[in-house]
T-cell receptor, first 115, second 111 residues
Framework: NAGVTQTPKFRILKIGQSMTLQCTQDMNHNYMYWYRQDPGMGLKLIYYSVGAGITDKGEVPNGYNVSRSTTEDFPLRLELAAPSQTSVYFC??????????????FGPGTRLTVL | LAKTTQPISMDSYEGQEVNITCSHN???????ITWYQQFPSQGPRFIIQ???TKVTNEVASLFIPADRKSSTLSLPRVSLSDTAVYYCLVGGTYNTDKLIFGTGTRLQVFP
């Protein structure tokens, strides 16, 4: 299993441009998450999904959009990029069942700079 | 989702035992306590999880008192490679869809 994969690894955007950060997991996890991490800071939840076709806002959703058309993929869309969106973006997934509280698996991250 | 409070940073020397405490006063009956480790430029990774009393694995131990309002991650004989940020997360099987991380504890290990 590759686990959680993210593309691209690095990206530089100009102000006002848009892009999609890709996230794919091959563990058949039902839950997926997007976090951002600013330099020296903790993780902030942007959006999450509890299954295909279902998404919900996290702590800092403004300026982002998501979709979940398949179990495996959870892309994050940035529209009209702003310098405040310069950050490292992490995707995570986990399997939610009734038996235990399963841990999250994180991808390697995408480092985004908006100039 | 229970709010967690951890020390912002801790320093230690190689070979010492490090204990990082997390407070979670409003933990719910069904909540588990999970700890993650994050190295620079990497995503967090799972270290250990517990519900009550003590849990031990090859990496760490987790101590949870009877009232479960706090927990302590114990790292035995740390090395330089244990320098990382450690996050405590509280959530349950029935009531947690959002998973929000706290600020974490930045552990610096010196030679």
């Amino acid at each position: 299993n590759a686990g959680v994969t993210q593309t691209p690894k690095f990206r530089i955007l100009k102000i006002g441009q848009s892009m999609t950060l890709q996230c794919t997991q091959d563990m058949n996890h039902n839950y997926m998450y997007w976090y951002r991490q600013d330099p020296g800071m903790g993780l902030k939840l942007i959006y999450y999904s509890v299954g295909a076709g279902i998404t919900d806002k996290g702590e800092v959703p403004n300026g982002y959009n998501v979709s979940r058309s398949t179990t495996e993929d959870f892309p994050l869309r940035l529209e009209l990029a702003a310098p405040s969106q310069t950050s490292v973006y992490f995707c995570a997934s986990r399997f939610r069942d009734r038996g235990r509280f399963n841990e999250q698996f994180f991808g390697p991250g995408t480092r985004l700079t908006v100039l | 989702l229970a709010k967690t409070t951890q020390p912002i940073s801790m320093d230690s020397y190689e070979g010492q035992e490090v204990n990082i405490t997390c407070s979670h006063n409003n933990i719910a009956t069904n909540d588990y306590i999970t700890w993650y480790q994050q190295f620079p430029s990497q995503g967090p990774r799972f270290i250990i999880q517990g519900y009550k009393t003590k849990v031990t694995n090859e990496v760490a131990s987790l101590f949870i008192p009877a009232d479960r309002k706090s927990s302590t991650l114990s790292l035995p004989r740390v090395s330089l490679s244990d320098t990382a940020v450690y996050y405590c997360l509280v959530g349950g099987t029935y009531n947690t869809d959002k998973l929000i991380f706290g600020t974490g504890t930045r552990l610096q290990v010196f030679p």
